[in-house]
């Protein structure tokens, strides 16, 4: 079975680092793109960013560049979403899933990840 | 970009009615590389539509896809109590995926 389970809720202030992620079972890891999508509260869902694991081959939402770092690490079948300085807008539900190809959509996806920046 | 714009904000519907929903493009959808997904409060989306038409596993035939270039179409024939919840088209043809900002059916 195909699983994607995401790490818990984080709560953090202003300024503070975070890298949240996304662990892959149930299939080969590096055959797969991983993408992330955020739904901010009560919100609509926005496309951030995708990562190949293989050879960690990255693209980036406009929006998003320069914003988050997308990463994986393919020995532990593991895709990480960071923030170097975090602001209160970052305020979301983190949801990471699983392409085919960069040209696929997403028919299995994480459980989501509550980031809630507060000071 | 490719910016999708989705139609109406809101659908008040009643059980056994049908359901329309409208995702219009900015610009053509290179291959018809359209998806909907169906999401409920406090769930993940869930994948109900690929290819503009093309149902997912295990994705009842009351739901249909269509449309093609910049026009496309998601519609419930007789919605079920399970039904009401937000739809999301989404954009997968260039390499940086874009959804619309979601259409709420709810009951009436």
């Known amino acids: 079975e195909v699983q994607l389970v995401q790490s818990g809720a984080e709560v953090k202030k202003p300024g503070e680092s975070l890298k949240i992620s996304c662990k892959g079972s149930?299939?080969?890891?590096?055959?797969?793109?991983i993408g992330w999508v955020r739904q901010m509260p009560g919100k609509g869902l926005e496309w951030m960013g995708i990562?190949?694991?293989?050879?960690?081959?990255?693209r980036y939402s406009p929006s998003f560049q320069g914003q988050v770092t997308i990463s994986a690490d393919k020995s532990i079948s593991t895709a990480y979403l960071q923030w170097s300085s975090l602001k209160a807008s970052d305020t979301a539900i983190y949801y990471c899933?699983?392409?085919?190809?960069?040209?696929?959509?997403?028919?299995?996806w994480g459980q989501g990840t509550l980031v809630t920046v507060s000071s | 970009e490719i910016v999708l714009t989705q139609s109406p904000g809101t659908l008040s519907l009643s059980p056994g009615e049908r359901a329309t929903l409208s995702c219009r493009a900015s610009?053509?959808?290179?291959?018809?590389?359209l998806a909907w997904y169906q999401q409920k409060p406090g769930q993940a989306p869930r994948l109900l539509i690929y290819?503009?038409?093309s149902r997912a596993t295990g994705i009842p035939d009351r739901f249909s896809g269509s449309g093609s270039g910049t026009d496309f179409t998601l519609t419930i024939t007789g919605l079920e109590p399970e039904d009401f919840a937000v739809y999301y088209c989404?954009?997968?043809?260039?390499?940086?995926?874009?959804f619309g900002q979601g259409t709420k059916v709810e009951i009436k």
């Open positions: 899933a699983r392409h085919s190809t960069v040209t696929t959509p997403s028919a299995h």
């Open positions: 149930g299939y080969s890891f590096t055959s797969y793109w």
């Open positions: 990562i190949y694991p293989d050879d960690s081959d990255t």
């Open positions: 610009q053509s959808v290179s291959s018809n590389y």
């Open positions: 290819g503009a038409s």
């Open positions: 989404q954009q997968y043809g260039s390499s940086r995926g874009t």
